[in-house]
């Protein structure tokens, strides 16, 4: 889809807060909210707009420790692995990449216990993975949401 300057600003203020009336955005850039309505409905069906989240603290609801996980897939047991580990509530991000790991993901566990009882007790344990690297994240210095429309 071609994305004019007027598509873009609209991405950009529900980017910035998608809870942002389409009277509110239409003031904005100087247009209709009906033309507003039009055009976020048109970029909802060519999948430009993904969906609407509220931005979550991981650690307010008790979630204190988060982690980057590096995986070797055991070849020919990619499908099922990576089905095994969607299916896990810790594991929030999974990336297939190239370099010494296959996948990377990132989880999140209540503690460094939870963390590794999540490592241990159910990621080692399951078919189809030869090794691991487990990275605690200590700290977030930057951390940017959407993308630069």
Do not use: C, K
């Not at 809870?19 to 239409?26: K, L, V, W």
């Not at 499908?79 to 790991?101: C, F, K, N, Q, Y």
Request: charged share 30%; net charge negative; proline share 2%.
């Amino acid at each position: 889809m071609d994305l004019d300057e007027t598509d873009r600003e609209i991405l950009r203020i529900l980017q910035r807060d998608a809870r942002t009336p389409f009277s509110e955005i239409a003031r904005e850039i100087d247009m209709s909210s009906a033309t507003v309505h039009d055009r976020v409905s048109r970029l909802e069906d060519a999948g430009v707009i993904d969906g609407y989240h509220a931005d979550i603290d991981p650690a307010a609801v008790g979630y204190g420790v988060s982690a980057l996980v590096g995986l070797r897939v055991r070849q020919g047991h990619e499908e099922e692995s990576l089905a095994r580990l969607r299916d896990l509530p810790s594991v929030r991000e999974i990336h297939l990449t190239t370099g010494e790991w296959d996948v990377i993901m990132r989880v999140y566990a209540e503690n460094t216990d939870a963390l590794r009882d999540l490592m241990f007790d159910e990621i080692a344990d399951m078919e189809g993975f030869d090794r691991s690297q487990t990275m605690v994240v200590l700290g977030t210095d930057y951390e940017a949401t959407g993308v630069e429309i």
